[in-house]
C-alpha cells in the first residue's frame, strides 16, 4: 500500500509540474473516473444490467473528462456526442457478434485458479465481455474524438469562411494521422496484460493452432478488433459531428440574410 501511495504522489506532482492547473485537473478527473468504475463494478456486482450500468458510467467518465478539462464549449460537445454515439454503435455490433461467437465464460488455462470460488453469482458474463470492451475502449476513443475536434476547431477559427465538406474532409485526414498510433496502443495494452498468459502457454508446449483455439485467447482478439472498430468509427462520426456544429450558426445566419 505504501508503494502505490508513493507511486499516486509521484504522479500527482509529476502532472502538477508539467501539465499545470490543467495537470492538477486531469488528476482528479483520473481519480473521479476511478472511483466511477469502482462503483459500476459494485453495481454489476449487486446484479445491476452490465450494459447500461455500463453505457451510464462511460457517458458519465466521458461528460467529466472533456467538460472539467476542456470546458464547455463546441468542441467538448461535439466529442461527447461522439463518444456516446460510438459507444452505443460499439456495444451493439460487439454483443451481437460475441454472442454468437459464445466467448463468455472462463476457460480451461483459468480453473486452477477459481478451483475454490464458487460459480453460482447470477451474472451474464456475455454482458460483462462486452462491458470489458467498452471500458478498455472508453479512453482511446475520448482522446482521439477531442484531439479531432479540437484540431477542427482551430482550422474554423483560422478560416471561418471554410465550406463544411473542406472541415469535414479535414477531419478524416486529421483522424487518418491519429488512427495507426492509437490502434497499436490499444494492441499493447491488450498484449501487455496477455504476456503472463503466452509464458504459460510455451511452458505447457502449447501449439500455436492450440493458443488460437482457446477460448482466452479468442476474448482478447475479441476485444482488440472491438475496439479498433470503434477507434476507426470515432474519425468520421466526431468529423462529421464537429463540422456541423461548428458551422451551423454561421449556416443558421447566413440562411436570415438570404
Do not use: W
Not at 147 to 154: A, D, L, T
Request: glycine share 6%.
Amino acid at each position: 500500500m505504501n508503494i502505490i501511495l508513493i507511486l499516486l504522489i509521484i504522479l500527482f506532482i509529476l502532472m502538477i509540474v508539467v501539465g499545470g492547473e490543467r495537470g492538477s485537473k486531469s488528476f482528479f478527473t483520473l481519480c473521479f473516473n476511478f472511483i466511477t468504475l469502482f462503483i459500476m463494478l459494485v453495481l454489476i456486482a449487486y446484479k445491476f444490467d452490465p450494459i447500461k450500468i455500463t453505457i451510464f458510467s462511460c457517458i458519465l467518465i466521458s461528460s467529466i473528462t472533456l467538460f472539467h478539462i476542456n470546458g464547455f464549449n463546441k468542441k467538448t460537445i461535439s466529442a461527447l456526442i461522439s463518444v456516446t454515439i460510438v459507444v452505443l454503435l460499439t456495444i451493439l455490433l460487439s454483443y451481437n457478434i460475441g454472442t454468437k461467437a459464445q466467448i463468455q465464460g472462463f476457460s480451461s488455462e483459468q480453473l486452477e485458479g477459481i478451483a475454490y470460488l464458487t460459480l453460482y453469482i447470477q451474472i451474464n458474463f456475455s454482458k460483462v465481455v462486452m462491458c470489458q470492451v467498452l471500458v478498455g475502449l472508453l479512453g482511446a476513443i475520448i482522446d482521439v474524438s477531442i484531439s479531432i475536434s479540437s484540431s477542427m476547431n482551430e482550422i474554423y477559427k483560422n478560416d471561418s469562411s471554410i465550406t463544411e465538406r473542406n472541415l469535414f474532409n479535414s477531419g478524416i485526414n486529421i483522424g487518418k494521422d491519429i488512427l495507426g498510433t492509437m490502434t497499436n496502443t490499444l494492441l499493447f495494452a491488450y498484449i501487455g496484460g496477455f504476456m503472463t498468459l503466452i509464458i504459460y502457454f510455451n511452458e505447457r508446449r502449447y501449439s500455436i493452432a492450440d493458443i488460437i483455439n482457446t477460448k482466452i485467447f479468442c476474448s482478447q482478439i475479441f476485444q482488440i478488433l472491438c475496439s479498433g472498430i470503434g477507434i476507426i468509427l470515432i474519425i468520421p462520426v466526431t468529423s462529421f459531428i464537429t463540422s456541423k456544429i461548428l458551422l451551423f450558426k454561421s449556416q443558421t445566419t447566413k440562411q436570415q440574410v438570404d
